[in-house]
């Protein structure tokens, strides 16, 4: 018989239907905020406080979203991102107390999709959480959707239905927020898109208080396909370069 559960807001969802979320947090009353949030928006939510406890519970669980702080005992949300991806590809959304680019680069680089700094609103996290599995949804189905040929833009090639990229015949290996990113820059190539545009395109987030966001996932970007691949247009946006026929 299939279980059922009742959230906080008095909805009932099947187990099968809802999605598992890891929350690695070792603030007590931050995991506890986060999860309570989640929970009540119809989540199947386990929590973990140090970096062996969250990789144990990842393998064990096998979670669709993982919430990851980056300062946590044992070692730190940097390598629980690394072994966790080692393991299987599963959405990262990332936390840190500082609002230090560096940190959201070296996250964005071991495989995290998302990142936000404290503090935040509990809202703001839920609508993050959602936008990350409904992109995860879209790849999914946008990988069993056939779609003809390869993109190419000069040494720059773009495989829709494998996602994947190479530069100069070499693999690029991006994240699933970077492939979308690219994707969105080459559908209007050596076009101005402004960080309000990527970032309603990308992460279905409307508000302009997430284009550092974009900006961090640029630079990232632009440290694995080339910096000259991406154009700048100051106090606008960004454009994806293109060889000149």
């Not at 099947?14 to 947090?25: F, H, K, M, P």
């Not at 989640?38 to 970096?51: C, I, M, N, P």
């Not at 062996?52 to 390598?79: H, K, R, S």
């Not at 056939?146 to 720059?156: A, Q, W």
């Amino acid at each position: 018989m299939e279980q059922t559960h009742t959230s906080h807001n008095g909805s009932t969802a099947t187990t099968g239907a809802q999605r598992r979320v890891l929350v690695v947090e070792d603030d007590p009353t931050i995991v506890d905020a986060i999860a309570a949030r989640l929970r009540a928006e119809g989540f199947l939510v386990q929590t973990a406080q140090d970096g062996p406890a969250a990789v144990d519970t990842a393998e064990a669980w096998q979670p669709d979203l993982l919430i990851l702080d980056i300062m946590l005992p044992g070692f730190d949300g940097l390598e629980v991102c690394r072994r966790v991806q080692a393991q299987r590809p599963v959405p990262v959304l990332m936390l840190t107390a500082r609002d230090d680019e560096t940190d959201m680069l070296v996250g964005l680089g071991v495989g995290a999709d998302d990142y936000m700094t404290k503090p935040f609103s509990m809202r703001e996290l839920a609508a993050r959480v959602h936008v990350l599995l409904r992109r995860v949804e879209r790849a999914a189905v946008a990988a069993s959707t056939p779609r003809s040929g390869i993109l190419r833009l000069g040494e720059l090639e773009i495989d829709h239905a494998q996602r994947r990229v190479r530069v100069r015949n070499e693999d690029v290996h991006l994240t699933p927020t970077e492939f979308d990113l690219l994707v969105c820059l080459a559908n209007t190539p050596r076009a101005v898109l402004s960080r309000e545009q990527l970032l309603a395109e990308v992460w279905d987030w409307a508000d302009a208080s997430g284009t550092r966001t974009v900006d961090s996932h640029i630079k990232a970007l632009r440290r694995k396909i080339g910096a000259e691949r991406i154009r700048t247009v100051h106090g606008v946006g960004y454009a994806l370069e293109t060889p000149t026929p």
